[in-house]
Nanobody, 121 residues
Framework: QVQLVESGGGLVQAGGSLRLSCVASGSIGRLNTMGWYHQVPGKQRELVAVITSVGSTTYADSVKGRFTISRENAKSTVCLQMNSLKPEDTAVYYC???????????????WGQGTQVTVSS
């Protein structure tokens, strides 16, 4: 009943910027914590940044000072502004959301399909 659709990935040179967006839709009562994760071949999916429903943020050490996570559009959209990109940032980036469905008490976790970010050296 809930879908997460990412956009904004692409190819960029080192030092450049990208802005990723994730739009949540469906039978949403409330979006709780939302975040961005990334994954490279042979490794586990790792947290990049998380933002709560009240705006508290957490970042991986590797992106602190370079990436900014935010929410907008009545909190249905989460964005990741990626500045000073490095080749090490190359990965598939996934949107994640903890969602309480409309007319339900319990929350459920959802993942987007992912968007590729490639940073050339």
């Amino acid at each position: 009943q809930v879908q997460l659709v990412e956009s904004g990935g692409g190819l960029v040179q080192a030092g450049g910027s990208l802005r990723l967006s994730c739009v949540a839709s469906g039978s949403i009562g409330r979006l709780n914590t939302m975040g961005w994760y990334h994954q490279v071949p042979g490794k586990q999916r790792e947290l990049v940044a998380v933002i709560t429903s009240v705006g508290s943020t957490t970042y991986a050490d590797s992106v602190k000072g370079r990436f900014t996570i935010s929410r907008e559009n009545a909190k249905s959209t989460v964005c990741l502004q990626m500045n000073s990109l490095k080749p090490e940032d190359t990965a598939v980036y996934y949107c994640n959301a903890d969602v309480r469905l409309r007319l339900e008490w319990t929350a459920r976790n959802y993942w987007g399909q992912g968007t590729q970010v490639t940073v050339s050296s």
